[in-house]
């Protein structure tokens, strides 16, 4: 597998209307940078550009371009110097305005932000997935400098599994059996494994992820409590399209047609929700019926489980729980979900737990 390349020292001049000492993030305004990661002296900017811990050069405009690190030795120079508390959004690349949602969350909770860009081999069970996911180093540079991010980490394979895979890797156990993990067995093995090395190496306070990957998110939160990691794992909403769609990086490589289908996922959500009120039967019925309607659409699973350990709930089921739902389209797979609280609450109709509604955006 090929790594998304890019040259860390390849940094454009200093903006002359922005000083090398700040740095301005779209959400929010200048920010100090570290004496620690600043040259000194007029030609610093061009005397020094192999030090992974020099900030002095913004992109061009007045917009900051993070620090590229390749190596652990690079990430461990620059992650010595940020101030803390330090808040890290995990990705794989190809980011979009979902990714900038989380970044910007990350900002909001850490003084400084760290932004990982690795497609993690582990993680694909088809060959083909792995070599057709989508990669845009450059561009994911752009988002992340307009978003303020300080440190970006975009290792090679060979840096991450210096060995050649682990031979020792973290198991998901039952939870990653289920639902993702039963149509991609070893799935989530590969992912907290992936998290696990991410985490000692960034050495973050918090962490964000996506609420849409929301598998992902129990087992991640499962881990650290388990395992006992001293990190805080916080949600954030996912991130939609003006018809619902969840975005996601997959989305690039849907045609007209196959954008046009692809909508039913969030359709079915948004018609299950809307009978959350009648129970869990009502609600299973809406979500497959709107599924029905797009046979291009080769539904994988439907499933209505306990947020908390993604069992089926029962007809009888009233209180919080999750609409989950994965498809192919064409060859692409996508996956969405929706919370849902099931049973008349006070006042009436049910309410979707906080994650928010599927809708049109």
Do not use: W
């Not at 850490?110 to 083909?128: D, H, I």
């Not at 989508?134 to 394979?157: C, H, N, S, T």
């Not at 499933?303 to 089921?317: G, K, N, S, T």
């Amino acid at each position: 597998m090929s790594a998304p390349t890019g040259r860390p020292d390849d940094r454009p001049e200093a903006s002359p209307t922005e000083s090398p000492a700040t740095r301005t993030g779209k959400s929010g305004g200048a920010r100090a940078v570290p004496a620690a990661m600043r040259s000194t002296g007029p030609d610093a900017a061009a005397t020094a550009p192999q030090d992974p811990t020099d900030r002095t050069a913004p992109a061009a405009g007045s917009e900051g371009r993070p620090l590229l690190v390749r190596t652990r030795a690079e990430l461990a120079r620059a992650r010595a110097v940020l101030e803390g508390p330090v808040a890290v959004v995990m990705t794989m690349g190809a980011l979009h305005e979902g990714h900038a949602g989380l970044v910007r969350a990350a900002r909001g909770r850490g003084r400084s932000v760290v932004a990982t860009v690795f497609v993690n081999p582990l993680q694909f069970g088809e060959s083909l997935d792995l070599e057709s996911y989508p990669r845009d180093l450059e561009g994911d540079l752009a988002l992340l400098g307009r978003e303020g991010v300080d440190v970006v980490f975009a290792p090679a394979v060979e840096e991450v599994y210096p060995g050649g895979p682990p031979q020792v890797r973290v198991a998901a156990g039952p939870l990653g059996e289920v639902l993702e993990g039963a149509s991609r067995p070893g799935h989530f093995d590969g992912v907290l494994t992936v998290v696990t090395k991410l985490l000692h190496l960034t050495r973050p306070d918090v962490v964000l992820f996506g609420q849409k990957d929301a598998q992902q998110l129990l087992l991640v939160r499962r881990m650290v409590a388990d395992l006992s990691f001293d990190v805080e794992v916080v949600a954030a909403p996912t991130a939609r399209e003006d018809d619902g769609l969840a975005r996601s990086s997959r989305n690039a490589r849907l045609d007209a047609d196959g954008r046009a289908r692809a909508a039913v996922l969030s359709r079915a959500l948004r018609r299950g929700e809307e009978r959350a009120a009648e129970g869990a039967a009502a609600v299973r019925a809406a979500a497959a019926a709107a599924l029905a309607e797009e046979p291009g659409a080769d539904v994988d699973y439907l499933a209505l489980v306990d947020p908390d350990d993604l069992a089926e709930v029962p007809e009888d089921h009233r209180g919080p729980a999750l609409l989950a739902v994965a498809a192919r389209v064409g060859a692409v797979r996508l996956i969405d979900n929706a919370p849902v609280v099931l049973g008349p609450r006070d006042g009436g109709a049910a309410e979707a737990p906080a994650g928010g509604a599927v809708g049109r955006r």
